[in-house]
């Protein structure tokens, strides 16, 4: 019997849920109104969001609780990927037009991306500022969303389903789920076959959000640059939080640079055309 899908757009996004029977009213609305809340916080595109806030002042600023989990990781990548993978190209995201307008037009000046210790301080609850710094958790913030709203079919108690939102996914269920892995320079390819069971797998590519000359959203915090090696990646991992962030930080390290502080499977492909990936990767690549 096929499942029931429940299908919306949240943070700029398509969302499919797929679970055995429809789901409740009530657990819909709770969904809408946590990402609703998870919006308010994180987005630079809202005017009324707290990232936007802290990029217009300075000063403490109390995060909810889900900013533990979501800042710890950044801090444990931005250490492993030596600074590349950072929370603070919101504002070089902006400069070369990635806005909230959506421009795509990059200013004439270019904008340089602070370090983590000269532009703020996370003790584990409040972010403090010395100078208005515009965020950006675009490289994990989508994976722990669907982990949150995982945990809101959980606490109603449905135990198998598929939360998909555009590429990064949490599957729960008795039966795998093959997902293909799509080729970033032709959807109607695929570079292999993956085997998702109870698990999370996240995908990043450099054209999902791509413009200009060369121009996307995957930003090197060091060179403030776009990346120019990788042009995708696929990261499964327990959680969609650490299986985004892996897919992220592998546009600027290699799997063994994570290795020793994460226990995942990759994917990764090149702009020349070569793959790399897990020697046990549970699924099929194509040759």
């Not at 990927?81 to 504002?91: I, K, Q």
């Not at 995982?150 to 606490?155: D, K, M």
């Not at 998702?196 to 403030?224: E, F, K, V």
Request: charged share 20%; proline share 6%; hydrophobic share 40%.
């Amino acid at each position: 019997m096929p499942w029931a899908e429940f299908c919306f757009d949240a943070i700029g996004a398509p969302w499919r849920i797929d679970s055995p029977d429809p789901l409740p009213t009530a657990v819909r609305e709770a969904i809408a109104q946590r990402i609703d809340s998870f919006d308010r916080t994180y987005s630079r595109f809202r005017e009324d969001s707290l990232v936007s806030k802290i990029g217009r002042g300075s000063g403490r600023w109390n995060f909810p609780a889900d900013a533990t989990d979501l800042f710890g990781l950044y801090q444990t990548l931005y250490t492993l990927t030596g600074g590349a993978l950072s929370p603070l190209v919101g504002e070089r995201l902006e400069n070369l037009g990635y806005d909230r307008a959506y421009s795509l037009t990059p200013a004439a000046n270019s904008v340089r991306v602070p370090s983590w210790d000269d532009a703020f301080a996370w003790d584990g609850e409040a972010l403090t500022t010395i100078r208005p710094v515009l965020l950006d958790v675009g490289a994990a913030g989508k994976g722990y969303l669907v982990d949150i709203v995982a945990g809101i079919l959980e606490g109603a108690g449905i135990d198998q389903y598929i939360v998909d939102a555009s590429g990064d996914i949490v599957h729960r269920g008795d039966e795998p789920m093959r997902i293909a892995l799509e080729h970033p320079g032709n959807p109607q390819r695929a570079i292999g076959v993956y085997e998702l069971q109870n698990a999370a797998l996240c995908a990043s590519a450099s054209n999902r959000r791509a413009w200009g000359n060369g121009l996307h959203h995957i930003i090197d915090a060091i060179t403030g640059e776009p990346t120019s090696r990788v042009s995708a990646t696929w990261a499964i991992a327990p959680t969609g939080l650490i299986a985004d962030g892996l897919s992220t930080a592998l546009f600027f390290v290699g799997a063994g640079a994570l290795t020793p502080s994460f226990d995942f499977q990759y994917v990764r492909l090149f702009t020349t055309g070569a793959a790399e990936y897990s020697r046990n990767l549970t699924g099929e690549m194509f040759t």
